[in-house]
């Protein structure tokens, strides 16, 4: 089965760019979504067909697809940004990471 | 604005069935299947399958045939999920999710339910 593999936790001080990985199989032939979760909450869409934005998610969230890697990079990262993120993927079945919690401290 | 809300939590019984509802508004139901995933506690979303609105249809995930039924009402503009012969692994947050524009995504989500199966 298809696997999508997230570093577990990564760390980044307030006004910094935060990148986050996800790493699968010829990931850069496939569409990859992102999603936030912050604590006790539902997850957010905040990146869909690799790069693309929903309406009312702020630009400093962008993401990239290629090769084996998709990325998503939150630029000047303030603390509302502390959340669990997911990618997802669709490999004849919908596919999610395991998370990565981002602290901003 | 698009919402979709869902039922409150349940405390069940082994054995016993549940039946979770999410009533979607602020956009047409049938034009957008629903899906239906499960978030055991500390873990990543998982993708339980979903249900064509307008036909009815439903398509599980591996894992989730057999127990696991998706229905929908379009009257009321609103999707289930039940569960049969609950097992304690089944406690766990199920959400409803819109499918994206696209096909390849989720969103939005509704609030979750959490589900307990405790004797």
């Known amino acids: 089965s298809y696997e999508l593999t997230q570093p577990p936790s990564m760390s980044v001080s307030p006004g910094q760019t935060a990148s986050i990985t996800c790493s699968g199989d010829?990931?850069?032939?496939?569409?990859a979504s992102w999603y936030q979760q912050k604590a006790g909450q539902s997850p957010v869409l905040v990146i869909y067909?690799?790069?693309k934005r929903p309406s009312g998610i702020p630009e400093r969230f962008s993401g990239s697809n290629s090769g084996n890697t998709a990325t998503l990079t939150i630029g000047g990262t303030q603390a509302t940004d502390e959340a669990d993120y997911y990618c997802?993927?669709?490999?004849?079945?919908?596919?999610f990471g395991g998370g990565t919690k981002l602290t901003v401290l | 604005q698009v919402q979709l809300v869902q039922s409150g939590s349940e405390l069940k019984k082994p054995g016993a069935s549940v039946k979770v509802s999410c009533k979607a508004s602020?956009?047409?139901?049938?034009?957008?299947?629903m899906n239906w995933l499960r978030q055991a506690p500390g873990q990543g979303p998982e993708w339980m399958g979903w249900?064509?609105?307008?036909?009815?249809?439903?398509i599980y995930a591996q894992g989730f045939t057999g127990r696991f039924v998706f229905s929908s009402d379009t009257s009321v503009s609103t999707a289930y999920l039940e569960i049969i012969s609950l097992k304690p692994e089944d406690a766990a947050v199920y959400y409803c999710?819109?499918?994206?524009?696209?096909?390849?995504?989720?969103?939005?989500w509704g609030q979750g339910t959490l589900v307990t199966v405790s004797s």
């Open positions: 010829k990931l850069g032939n496939k569409y």
């Open positions: 249900i064509n609105t307008n036909t009815g249809n439903a």
């Open positions: 999710a819109r499918q994206g524009d696209s096909g390849y995504e989720f969103g939005p």
């Open positions: 602020g956009y047409t139901f049938i034009n957008y299947n």
């Open positions: 997802q993927a669709w490999d004849s079945t919908f596919v």
């Open positions: 067909q690799n790069n």
